[in-house]
């Protein structure tokens, strides 16, 4: 009889707190023949609180599609292997995706152990819509690919997350704020799970001046939420926000939305009411 295929188990593991991995992900990384890590040092770490000895395997983003291979042909000798991440859920802004994808296409049968994730930690919590959501991953390292990465998301998804650094948080508040406008409502969520979790919320400019008054909040894993488009600002086409941001940079409110009205055939009013939210002045 021909050897059964092993497979491969996507566990998630703790964000923070280490009571947050489930019985089932414990058994699982018990019972596995191999694990691969994101980094062998950090897991193994959790793996000696749990009182797990077990074989590990280094996945990361450098070596991922060469691994892969060889961790199929485990698997289709009969060998089981667990996937984890530094923290959280594998894939979700971490290594796994070519892994998954070569497994799939393989027939290596891909089995997900469910349990922490960064972004739906922060979102149950933050007091934003959750109908909807748009999650962007990590936001970009320098400041105009981060403006373009945030202009680029369509207007009508819901609340926007991503993922950033401490060293980069403060001039990210900005970028939001010049792309969405100073009046758009953020969620900071940091730290989520760990002794210093906490959640901070406002606009871009409350958010940076809370960061500002004491250097020790500006530390630790960080996801920013922003809320929906406002229902004004959902009302005109995304060629017409384009060129509104643009104008607002140069010319006062009226005439940035009477030009943009001009070039686009657009209704002067609504466009100014746009205006006022994202520079967040008033009437």
């Not at 092993?6 to 058994?27: C, E, H, K, M």
């Amino acid at each position: 009889m021909a050897k059964q295929n092993g497979f491969l188990y996507v566990v998630a593991t703790p964000i923070g707190n280490l009571d947050d991995i489930s019985q089932r992900a414990i058994t699982t990384l018990q019972q596995v023949d191999w694990i691969a890590a994101e980094d062998t040092r950090h897991t193994g770490r959790l793996l000696s609180h749990l009182g797990i000895s077990a074989k590990t395997i280094a996945l990361h983003d450098h070596n991922e599609k060469q691994r892969a291979a060889s961790i199929i042909q485990k698997c289709l000798a009969g060998e089981h292997v667990a996937l984890v991440s530094d923290a959280g859920t594998p894939l979700i802004s971490d290594p796994g995706y070519s892994l998954v994808r070569q497994c799939r296409d393989a027939g290596v049968r891909v089995i997900p152990v469910p349990g922490p994730c960064a972004l739906i930690t922060a979102l149950c919590a933050a007091g934003l819509p959750t109908d909807k959501f748009h999650f962007i991953g990590f936001l970009l390292p320098k400041s105009q690919q981060r403006q373009n990465q945030l202009a680029e998301v369509p207007a009508g998804v819901g609340t926007i997350i991503c993922y950033d650094t401490a060293r980069r948080i403060k001039d990210s508040l900005q970028d939001v704020a010049a792309v969405f406008g100073d009046a758009r409502e953020l969620v900071l969520a940091k730290e989520l799970t760990k002794t210093f979790e906490h959640l901070e919320y406002g606009t871009a400019t409350q958010i940076s001046a809370w960061l500002e008054a004491d250097p020790q909040r500006c530390q630790g894993e960080m996801v920013l939420m922003i809320a929906p488009t406002p229902k004004a600002e959902s009302d005109i086409s995304e060629a017409e926000l384009s060129t509104l941001k643009l104008l607002l940079t140069e010319l006062p409110l009226k005439k940035a939305a009477a030009l943009t009205a001009q070039i686009h055939g657009g209704k002067k009013n609504a466009l100014y009411k746009v205006a006022l939210q994202l520079t967040g002045e008033t009437e």
